[in-house]
Structures are given as structure tokens and as C-alpha cells.
């Protein structure tokens, strides 16, 4: 966890591919990704679910446990809302994830009122201090993706869920949807947390969120879902024509791809 937390003190900006299983996440790592983080999206697709918490936490945890036998840099989990509204139970559910390796997590308040997600918090910083252990945690409000506040008020909606989660325990502050360079600026000079933003349309070059105090860029779910569009493609091809198309030939080479998973 401490390694983990040190990529967030601003020096450079964590730059976070997001991986949907281990074979992804042993991927990114090979390219020198500095850590792993999961697109819960992307794991939810790659396990036969849809997005938005319908995935039990069974599977959530083995996906995890799985990646972190793979990966050796840190990993942190997209683990959506904990997957309960009970505090003590996503305190359990995580601890599963620490006993794991895991170092970090995501853990959102989606429609729910924040004082829930800061009793999640709370509790899950409570029950690792007794197991002599700690997690990560990186705090997501989504008052920017669901238009929890509106347009004009939707900063200072942030940095009122972001002084309730620090006071919880919260290591960080993920802000998806949010794009406006003096918007970003605001919440990151009023969180008192570092700031995690996320690949959208219009958002500024990484030089520049660099610039306004962003410690952390997510790629979100793009890079699953540019690799089912490919997967998708060359399969109708295949299907129609008994040629899976051009593409094939830009394939990563077995040997390769063997090689990312063969223990030395």
C-alpha cells in the first residue's frame, strides 16, 4: 500500500491503463505500467455481467485474487460500491482483497447518499487497523457522470462529499466525467486529497493536468472497449468470409504473449 501511495505525492502523474483480467493487467505491466488498476466495466464485460454492480462479489474478488498472482507492481481494484450497502460487509469484502496483495481500491457513491460511502470508509479503515493492515482508498463521486448537481454547483458538491470522505479515511479523490481545466483546478486546491480524473472528451493534455495538480490519470473503460470493437469486427469477418481480416496480421506473436505468463 505504501509503495502505492507514494505514486500519488505529485511528482508525476500516475498514469493508469485500466486492465478487466490478469492476462491484460500481466500486459500492461510488461509495457512498464508503474501500476495496475481495473476498469470494473471492462471486468464485469469479461465475466458475462453488465456494469453497475450486478457482478457478485465473489467473482469481483476472484478477478482480483487473480490479477494479483500475475502482476508484481501495486494493483488497485475498481470494486464499484463495495458490493453491499452494509459497511461491515464491504469491510470484510475488502479485507479479502488486502489478504490478496491488493493495495488500493475504488469505492463509489454512485446515487447513494455520501454519508454512505463515508461509512464504508470508516469501517473499512477500522477493520484493517485491526488486522494490522491498510488499503488505499480512492474515493469516487460521481456528481459529474450522473449530473448529481447542477451545472455551476457541481464543484462545490465535490469538495463537500471530498471533506466528508477525508474525514472517513479517504487516501483519494477520483472525480470521473469532469473535463474543464478551471474546474479540475478548484478540486484539487480545495480536496485536500490527490485528485484522480478520468480519460473524457475535452479533458487536457496529461502536460497540463500535471500543471493543475492532478496526481492520477485513469484510462477508464476505453481500452476494453476499443478491444471488444476489434474482437467484434474481425469476428463478423471470420464469420462471413473465413478471413478474420487485416488486423490478424498486427497479431501480438504467440511466443510473446507465452512468454508474458512462462515463470523464469
Do not use: C
Not at 153 to 161: D, G, I, P, S, W
Not at 194 to 210: H, R, S, T, Y
Not at 238 to 256: D, K, R, S, V
Amino acid at each position: 500500500m505504501y509503495e502505492f501511495k507514494k505514486l500519488h505525492d505529485g511528482s508525476k502523474l500516475l498514469m493508469l491503463a485500466n486492465a478487466w483480467d490478469a492476462g491484460s493487467a500481466r500486459l500492461f505491466e510488461s509495457l512498464g505500467a508503474p501500476a495496475i488498476a481495473t476498469t470494473s466495466a471492462g471486468v464485469a464485460w469479461a465475466q458475462g455481467y453488465a456494469d453497475g454492480d450486478y457482478m457478485p462479489a465473489e467473482v469481483a474478488i476472484g478477478v482480483a485474487i487473480n490479477i494479483a498472482r500475475v502482476v508484481k507492481v501495486p494493483l488497485s481494484v475498481d470494486f464499484e460500491n463495495g458490493y453491499s450497502a452494509e459497511p461491515e460487509q464491504v469491510a470484510h469484502n475488502v479485507l479479502r482483497l488486502i489478504d490478496a496483495g491488493v493495495a488500493g481500491i475504488n469505492l463509489e457513491d454512485g446515487g447513494d447518499a455520501p454519508a454512505l460511502l463515508a461509512a464504508k470508509i470508516s469501517a473499512i479503515k477500522k477493520l484493517a487497523a485491526q488486522a494490522g493492515k491498510d488499503i488505499f482508498i480512492n474515493a469516487r463521486t460521481d456528481v459529474y457522470l450522473r449530473g448529481l448537481a447542477p451545472e455551476g454547483e457541481r464543484v462545490a458538491e465535490v469538495l463537500r462529499r471530498a471533506a466528508l470522505y477525508k474525514e472517513a479515511g479517504t487516501d483519494g479523490l477520483f472525480v470521473p466525467g469532469i473535463s474543464k481545466a478551471d474546474e479540475i483546478k478548484a478540486v484539487v486546491a480545495g480536496a485536500g486529497l490527490p485528485v484522480n480524473v478520468m480519460d473524457v472528451a475535452g479533458l487536457p493534455l496529461v502536460a497540463e493536468l500535471q500543471q493543475l495538480g492532478v496526481a492520477r490519470f485513469s484510462a477508464g473503460s476505453g481500452l476494453a472497449q476499443a478491444l471488444w470493437a476489434v474482437a467484434g469486427g474481425m469476428t463478423r469477418d471470420f464469420l462471413a468470409t473465413g478471413n478474420a481480416g487485416p488486423l490478424i496480421a498486427q497479431a501480438m506473436p504467440y511466443g510473446e504473449l507465452q512468454a508474458l505468463f512462462v515463470k523464469s
